[in-house]
């Protein structure tokens, strides 16, 4: 990961710099963007005004911004796509070359490939919350180990406290957004559940393969919720889950890479399919449980999630790390 500061956004006269700079863009005929003509540079960011970059890395190759789209506070998320193999022989064929060192047997080259093969994958939430802000922001890590006792007089608490809003997870499941996106769906209310790409996954290539199972029920915030009542709705998952990832993907369950996370994104049950190969954010032992061991643990005990202790990860800035503190319990 870069080592990354707050930055802050534009000095005063920069905003008309740009404006300036993105007219050039679209009235140049030399220009890549559209050939001078400015309907095919129209950009649903144009309003976007870049107040901080959260966190950036020169590795996984993304940047996180935080700034204002139209008035409103917006995160962006931009990462450069996986090269894939299908583009390769016109990457290497097509693409313009400009040699930066050669020395012996060795050369570097900037190369520019065709824009269609140049893409990068932009994410936009907005209107965008303080907690988005925050989830971005590069921070120090805590782990945190939970009690059955600490879920129920803290954590448990706190969320019914926190107005964590899943109206876009009710979306999708009643198909009024997202519904193109669904691969797989099990319409049973009580075991049932859809499947559809992570925004993380590009769907160009198999090695970052990346799904996610949201189940139909609203009862389940969590791991901590599973009792024997909900076997049948996660042997349901795993199994139709793997079985529809082969049909359509052609990927075993052996190259599959199955879980829930703890403490999870946002309070709707919903478990993470991706390729063994990919190391996937969160996939990490101090977070992932695999739906394997979770089936297994809850065959042993009923009570399994409810009473033994959990270890999870929580930003420097999470308000639950603060009641956790509060607690005397870091």
């Not at 190369?111 to 907005?126: F, G, M, R, S, Y």
């Not at 915030?221 to 996660?234: A, F, P, Q, V």
Request: overall charge negative.
């Amino acid at each position: 990961m870069a080592e990354t500061a707050k930055r802050e956004g534009d000095a005063p006269g920069e905003n008309e710099q740009d404006d300036a700079k993105i007219k050039r863009l679209k009235n140049d005929p030399n220009s890549d963007q559209g050939n001078g003509d400015a309907s095919a540079f129209e950009s649903p960011l144009s309003g976007f005004k870049t107040t901080t970059v959260l966190r950036d890395s020169a590795r996984e190759k993304n940047m996180f911004l935080h700034g204002k789209l139209n008035d409103q506070e917006a995160v962006i998320i931009l990462e450069k796509t996986p090269i894939r193999e299908d583009t390769l022989f016109e990457l290497l064929h097509c693409s313009r070359f400009n040699l930066d060192m050669s020395n012996d047997i060795y050369r570097t080259y900037q190369l520019q490939p065709p824009a269609h093969l140049n893409d990068i994958k932009t994410t936009v939430i907005c209107p965008a919350t303080e907690k988005h802000v925050k989830k971005y922001l590069l921070q120090e890590t805590y782990l945190v180990e939970e009690t059955g006792e600490d879920y129920r007089t803290i954590t448990l608490p706190y969320i019914q406290s926190q107005s964590f809003s899943v109206q876009w997870v009710y979306n999708i499941l009643e198909k009024k957004a997202e519904a193109e996106r669904i691969v797989y769906e099990d319409p049973d209310q009580d075991v049932g559940f859809v499947l559809l790409p992570d925004f993380k996954w590009d769907q160009k290539q198999l090695d970052n393969l990346y799904l996610i199972a949201i189940v139909h029920r609203r009862d389940i915030k969590s791991l901590r919720d599973l009792t024997d009542m909900h076997l049948l709705l996660l042997s349901n998952i795993r199994k139709k889950g793997e079985e529809n990832i082969l049909k359509r993907y052609g990927l075993a369950a052996s190259k599959l890479r199955v879980y829930l996370h703890y403490q999870p994104s946002y309070y709707h049950l919903h478990v993470h399919f991706t390729a063994l190969s990919y190391e996937a954010p969160g996939c990490g032992v101090e977070r992932a449980h695999l739906l394997s061991d979770v089936i297994q643990n809850i065959q042993m005990d009923s009570q399994y999630y409810q009473s033994r202790s959990l270890s999870f990860p929580l930003r420097a800035d999470d308000n639950l790390l603060s009641k956790f503190k509060e607690a005397g319990k870091l």
